[in-house]
């Protein structure tokens, strides 16, 4: 039985996670940083403990602090939220050593997973449609040229370790795989300190659809939709929605199968996210296993009326999951905001907000850990609140969207409010036409500069 | 420029076809824009919940708002400031002003190829009719309740003024 | 087809009526007087106009001002919203001399259902069950003892033209009967210039269940099952939910049925109310109609999933309502939030709000019209906020509310945040068990004098 | 008084069976109020959405929160700020703190029945060991870097601790 929560993450996901927690009748223990003192994560907790500077390596990384704190306050369970610690096997592997219950997925799974071939592999051998490419990882340019001559230019050299772009090469023709494989190793060496690569097919006009997944630890899984979450700056989500505007039930039962199958191979416990590149031709490949709730987890728990962080801790708890068909109803979309300057490549802006005035009414949902008056520290990332809409169907949540993204004053920093409510404007985007690459074609208009 | 000139220029902006205005006048810069052209929205599904149909024509985008200069939520910027205040208006010369009674249409003569009633410059006294307002078909004359000399008329013919709206300012006796 | 909507209102709901339009594409007109200039519902319509100073009865409740204010800005409906002018039955009629879409009912229904009497009967006709009591006004003591022997004591003495407990007086003997009767007679005389009164039986530990309707004017309605309203002080409801703790799939198909016989019967249009006293046998009587919309319909809106301001636009444009079955699901609550000190006898506490931080996250909502800094000016009523949360059932509903209260940050003025948190935590409360007098029972705690 | 104080009260409190405890001290008023009783609420329909089952248990009310003084939005009160800074503590004397550097549980003595390393008077040297922090069973010695004289002692043995805490104020050479 868990009793009481200690959340070892900051910001509105710490915030949501405490939430739930008493929501549930649990106790709960926020753990901070120094540069978060004033964080509503602290304040709503049952008990705050700091456990180092605003530098994340000495306090939300560090996993003897978190530990201690969990142990000076009786937290039975630990709840890591997304970044930081979510995905470290070796936390959720020192939790089990100290009796701390991880609430998400045991070591073993978290590190396959987390290795790029062999979550692929896995997924493969389990049947889940996969990119055509090499089999594990490929050290020399010599074969990885042969494979990729074997599945047909482009393709794509990869980081088994990365993420975030680094690593990552697409290469057209075979005059310049040489080189291109070369560069994708050096950078991954230099960015994690593993040149090691993979190879695939490049897969053009992808759209990421991910699917949300939970299963019970036992072999049982069972899935909640789609997320479409191609709208993304350079690898960054910047908008999701749920259903996608292009998959219907006959491709949201296909790829939910796929996603069960593959979750269900490594007998998944909690929370976990399939992610699918979705070609223009309707075929879809596994791209990876996110082993954690996601930031856009809302637009989910919108169009399927569930508390998804209450469903992890039930299952931690290992209350039986029961069969349950989906039904998906209405459509939602998540606007990150994020404390960033739109028309200055999207540079961050931290600083001091003066003005904090969220929307609400019908439909409309807030999750935020700031206020008027809170300083955003520079040491984290910018995002500062989600606003969730949920409407009829997609029309109609693209309208309350503008509507509540129109009453949105965040005044002292800048935000991406601007860019969402162009991006929510643009005849392409109403009318579902868009892929990962469609922000690099969207030309933000800066209307400081309109008539210049 | 007070509210009844961005409105007259969204009306303009509205049926000119053009999608933009930008006006710079002193410090004040207004920023007209219209919708983005609406796209219908193929989407299965019903259309609104709880067994009503489907609508008939797609949802328009709402229109941009008018970029009013700096809306602060602590102390909103007032919408409807009097123009003497903004500084897109000649300063006034230094009176009293004279306020709408009621909300309706301005009228400045008592027929359209009429003289008006009054212009600046014109003496008055109490009873002198200075304009009528139309609401709701009824004609209502406003009526002067001081002596002086008018200095300025702020509205023009046939513009909507709302409660407590300046009209004239007067110099009183 | 309408176009562009005048809100004849102020405060929450006339932002609540403005967010629906603009999400259906309509322009908004915003009315207000010379105390709201700050609100935000001027703030967020397309247009606002000023059409008077503070008092009501020179801004809100001008005809004529209003009037003229949709004829300057080309509107082609009003919406009244609830209170001031919403049940007028001749400021209805003038809308449609006007040849402008009054969005509720024709003024011969308003009219008949504002005079309690007609009503009544017209309910008895239609087949609706309704208390015991006088067919009509009685006018002289000697009848009214006589129908009060006939369906027996106790009887309530109740002004035609009342509301708010003025002109309301309970009989629990004969010998009393003459005193009573004359004194409600007088108080109706003294508070609505109508001393006509009726005589019914008095139910006993009645509870307030209500019976949201929608009609398309033609003859056809469907109904959004029930809201329990039992938690009042003094007539003036501080808390609503959906679904009621005591209704059952049969009740509520009773009742609902009853509601659609009643409004079917008058041809209703638009969103109206039907309540009923439900006494402890589980028998159930009409109590009166309201003719528009009501401050707690989002809790019917959150187990329903509808926007019932939506609902009433598309009923005024003539779309046809289809078929369709009532679905409930989940639990939803909803606190009126009121600028009051609860430990002061509720006394209005207007003024500036220095801080407001309105909760959020999963099943949270806030419909308000205030923000930090904010004077609540004390010419209107007092309400600021309202808190509506939904949960999969009553009980984790509860606990939202409470989490939801717990975050919620008001300062500069007194605000009912206090009695709710104290509400909920009542075991009676928690249990179901509470009648319309539950309150008087109520012992709120005041924390400042906890240690006197 | 302090954060740590506060815990321990609520500890205190929670294990007692007392309902409510009030304390004033100085200017600082604090209230503890544990739960009403829960009641379990019967209810038909499913307790968990999509397929979960019904709660073993009928979900306890939260405990109210600790009464913080005055805790604006705006400028939020510091909750953890150092006793130096509260009203309920005696003004301490002048001089510096040493904080934790580590989050853990406080001891003040090499073991139970050891005299404490330090008392309020006592001269330190760089390197002298000040207390012991437990966390993860491990016991890390907290080393004294600075030569002067023990004025305070703030927090006692057994006591959890969090990084940044004051635990000792020194008078530094």
Redesign the interface.
Same mark, same amino acid.
């Given at each position: 039985m868990i009793r009481k929560v200690l959340i070892a993450n900051r910001g509105e996901i710490a915030l949501r996670i405490i939430r739930t927690c008493h929501e549930m009748g649990l106790r709960t223990v926020a753990v901070y940083s120094t540069a978060d003192r004033d964080s509503l994560h602290v304040r709503f907790a049952d008990e705050a403990v700091c456990i180092g500077p605003p530098a994340s390596r000495d306090s939300y990384l560090r996993f003897d602090r978190i530990l201690a704190a969990a142990e000076v306050t009786g937290a039975d369970a630990i709840h890591p939220g997304y970044g930081f610690l979510a995905e470290n096997p070796d936390f959720s592997a020192i939790c089990e050593d100290h009796h701390i219950k991880f609430i998400g997925p045991n070591p073993e799974t978290i590190r396959m997973m987390g290795d790029k071939s062999l979550a692929k592999d896995t997924m493969r051998d389990a049947g889940v449609p996969v990119v055509p490419g090499s089999k594990g990882v490929v050290t020399d340019v010599e074969s990885g040229r042969g494979i990729a001559a074997e599945i047909g230019y482009p393709v794509i050299v990869k980081a088994s370790a990365g993420g975030g772009g680094r690593g990552m090469r697409v290469v057209q023709k075979e005059e310049e795989f040489a080189r291109q494989f070369q560069m994708a190793s050096g950078e991954a060496e230099a960015a994690f300190g593993d040149g090691s690569v993979y190879v695939e097919k490049f897969v053009s006009s992808p759209r990421h659809i991910e699917v949300q997944v939970m299963g019970d630890g036992k072999g049982r899984v069972i899935h909640f939709g789609e997320r479409e979450c191609s709208i993304q700056r350079r690898h960054q989500k910047l908008l999701e929605e749920s259903p996608s505007p292009v998959v219907d039930e006959q491709l949201r039962a296909r790829m939910g199968d796929a996603a069960i199958r593959g979750a269900e191979a490594v007998l998944y416990e909690g929370a976990g996210t399939v992610e699918f590149l979705l070609d223009a031709s309707g075929e879809f490949y596994f791209m990876e296993m996110n082993t954690r709730i996601q930031v856009e987890h809302p637009v989910t728990e919108e169009v399927t009326d569930t508390d998804l962080i209450a469903a992890q801790i039930l299952v931690a708890m290992g209350e039986p999951m029961a069969a349950a068909d989906l039904r998906m109803e209405g459509h939602a979309i998540e606007c990150r905001i994020n404390a960033e300057n739109p028309f200055r490549g999207f540079s961050p802006s931290p600083g001091r907000i003066l003005t904090f005035h969220p929307p609400g009414g019908h439909g409309v949902r807030v999750d935020t850990h700031v206020y008027a008056g809170y300083v955003i520290p520079p040491h984290y990332d910018s995002m500062i609140a989600k606003l969730i809409v949920r409407g009829a169907n997609r029309d109609m949540a693209i309208h309350k969207m503008l509507r509540a993204l129109g009453e949105f004053v965040i005044e002292g920093v800048q935000t991406t409010i601007p860019f969402h409510l162009q991006l929510l404007r643009h005849p392409d985007f109403q009318a579902g036409r868009f892929d990962t690459r469609f922000l690099e074609r969207f030309e933000l208009q800066d209307p400081d500069a309109a008539g210049s | 420029m007070d509210l009844d000139r961005i409105?007259e220029l969204l009306r303009i902006v509205a049926e000119s076809g053009v999608s933009?205005v930008?006006i710079?006048d002193g410090d004040l810069r207004l920023?007209v824009r219209k919708?983005?052209?609406?796209?219908?929205?193929?989407?299965?599904?019903?259309?609104?919940?709880?067994?009503?149909?489907p609508m008939a024509a797609?949802?328009? %985008?709402?229109?941009?708002?008018v970029?009013y200069p700096a809306?602060? @939520?602590?102390?909103?910027a007032? %919408?409807?400031e009097p123009p003497a205040a903004a500084p897109a208006a000649p300063a006034p010369k230094v009176g009293t002003e004279i306020r709408a009674p009621? %909300?309706?249409?301005y009228y400045g003569a008592p027929a359209p190829d009429a003289d008006p009633y009054v212009r600046p410059g014109d003496r008055v006294k109490p009873g002198d009719v200075l304009c009528i307002i139309e609401? @709701?078909k009824l004609m209502n004359e406003v009526e002067c309740e001081m002596s002086g000399t008018i200095l300025e008329v702020l509205v023009e013919n046939s513009q909507?003024?709302?409660?407590?709206?300046p009209l004239f300012v007067i110099d009183p006796d």
């Amino acid at each position: 039985m868990i009793r009481k929560v200690l959340i070892a993450n900051r910001g509105e996901i710490a915030l949501r996670i405490i939430r739930t927690c008493h929501e549930m009748g649990l106790r709960t223990v926020a753990v901070y940083s120094t540069a978060d003192r004033d964080s509503l994560h602290v304040r709503f907790a049952d008990e705050a403990v700091c456990i180092g500077p605003p530098a994340s390596r000495d306090s939300y990384l560090r996993f003897d602090r978190i530990l201690a704190a969990a142990e000076v306050t009786g937290a039975d369970a630990i709840h890591p939220g997304y970044g930081f610690l979510a995905e470290n096997p070796d936390f959720s592997a020192i939790c089990e050593d100290h009796h701390i219950k991880f609430i998400g997925p045991n070591p073993e799974t978290i590190r396959m997973m987390g290795d790029k071939s062999l979550a692929k592999d896995t997924m493969r051998d389990a049947g889940v449609p996969v990119v055509p490419g090499s089999k594990g990882v490929v050290t020399d340019v010599e074969s990885g040229r042969g494979i990729a001559a074997e599945i047909g230019y482009p393709v794509i050299v990869k980081a088994s370790a990365g993420g975030g772009g680094r690593g990552m090469r697409v290469v057209q023709k075979e005059e310049e795989f040489a080189r291109q494989f070369q560069m994708a190793s050096g950078e991954a060496e230099a960015a994690f300190g593993d040149g090691s690569v993979y190879v695939e097919k490049f897969v053009s006009s992808p759209r990421h659809i991910e699917v949300q997944v939970m299963g019970d630890g036992k072999g049982r899984v069972i899935h909640f939709g789609e997320r479409e979450c191609s709208i993304q700056r350079r690898h960054q989500k910047l908008l999701e929605e749920s259903p996608s505007p292009v998959v219907d039930e006959q491709l949201r039962a296909r790829m939910g199968d796929a996603a069960i199958r593959g979750a269900e191979a490594v007998l998944y416990e909690g929370a976990g996210t399939v992610e699918f590149l979705l070609d223009a031709s309707g075929e879809f490949y596994f791209m990876e296993m996110n082993t954690r709730i996601q930031v856009e987890h809302p637009v989910t728990e919108e169009v399927t009326d569930t508390d998804l962080i209450a469903a992890q801790i039930l299952v931690a708890m290992g209350e039986p999951m029961a069969a349950a068909d989906l039904r998906m109803e209405g459509h939602a979309i998540e606007c990150r905001i994020n404390a960033e300057n739109p028309f200055r490549g999207f540079s961050p802006s931290p600083g001091r907000i003066l003005t904090f005035h969220p929307p609400g009414g019908h439909g409309v949902r807030v999750d935020t850990h700031v206020y008027a008056g809170y300083v955003i520290p520079p040491h984290y990332d910018s995002m500062i609140a989600k606003l969730i809409v949920r409407g009829a169907n997609r029309d109609m949540a693209i309208h309350k969207m503008l509507r509540a993204l129109g009453e949105f004053v965040i005044e002292g920093v800048q935000t991406t409010i601007p860019f969402h409510l162009q991006l929510l404007r643009h005849p392409d985007f109403q009318a579902g036409r868009f892929d990962t690459r469609f922000l690099e074609r969207f030309e933000l208009q800066d209307p400081d500069a309109a008539g210049s | 420029m007070d509210l009844d000139r961005i409105k007259e220029l969204l009306r303009i902006v509205a049926e000119s076809g053009v999608s933009e205005v930008e006006i710079e006048d002193g410090d004040l810069r207004l920023i007209v824009r219209k919708n983005a052209p609406s796209v219908t929205v193929q989407q299965p599904g019903p259309a609104y919940p709880f067994g009503w149909p489907p609508m008939a024509a797609p949802l328009p %985008v709402p229109a941009a708002p008018v970029a009013y200069p700096a809306p602060g @939520m602590q102390a909103p910027a007032p %919408v409807q400031e009097p123009p003497a205040a903004a500084p897109a208006a000649p300063a006034p010369k230094v009176g009293t002003e004279i306020r709408a009674p009621i %909300v309706g249409t301005y009228y400045g003569a008592p027929a359209p190829d009429a003289d008006p009633y009054v212009r600046p410059g014109d003496r008055v006294k109490p009873g002198d009719v200075l304009c009528i307002i139309e609401a @709701m078909k009824l004609m209502n004359e406003v009526e002067c309740e001081m002596s002086g000399t008018i200095l300025e008329v702020l509205v023009e013919n046939s513009q909507p003024v709302e409660f407590d709206q300046p009209l004239f300012v007067i110099d009183p006796d």
